[in-house]
């Protein structure tokens, strides 16, 4: 059974910063496109960033970029999200997602990826 467990929200304000934490388990992590989504109430959930297998090739949604950063441990079998400079636009809850497929190819639609975790909040707010 695979399991995607987050951790790390919390609530920052803006210009702070937060990092995510996604523990898998269940999967072949190592071979395994990882990704970071966030819902925001009212709105649809939308991709922020995802990782190839290794770690060598990451790719940004704009609104995310040059702040946020994705990055994977495979011996740990947890990828992260390093989020600086918030912003009130960022309060989401971020969810980690898991594809079955170990090269970046299709990667910023919900329907790209397999499995899913429950989510933790990002709130920023002064």
């Known amino acids: 059974q695979v399991q995607l467990v987050e951790s790390g929200g919390g609530l920052r304000q803006p210009g702070g910063s937060l990092g995510l934490s996604c523990a898998a388990s269940?999967?072949?992590?190592?071979?395994?496109?990882m990704g970071w989504f966030r819902q925001a109430p009212g709105k649809e959930r939308e991709f922020a960033a995802a990782?190839?297998?290794?770690?060598?090739?990451?790719v940004y949604a704009d609104s995310v970029k040059g702040r946020f950063t994705i990055s994977r441990d495979n011996a740990k079998n947890t990828v992260y999200l390093q989020m600086n400079s918030l912003k009130p636009e960022d309060t989401a809850v971020y969810y980690c997602?898991?594809?079955?497929?170990?090269?970046?190819?299709?990667?910023?639609?919900?329907?790209?990826?397999?499995?899913w975790g429950q989510g933790t909040q990002v709130t920023v707010s002064s």
């Open positions: 997602a898991a594809q079955r497929r170990y090269y970046l190819g299709s990667y910023n639609y919900t329907s790209d990826y397999d499995y």
């Open positions: 269940g999967l072949t992590f190592s071979r395994s496109v």
């Open positions: 990782i190839n297998w290794s770690g060598g090739s990451t």
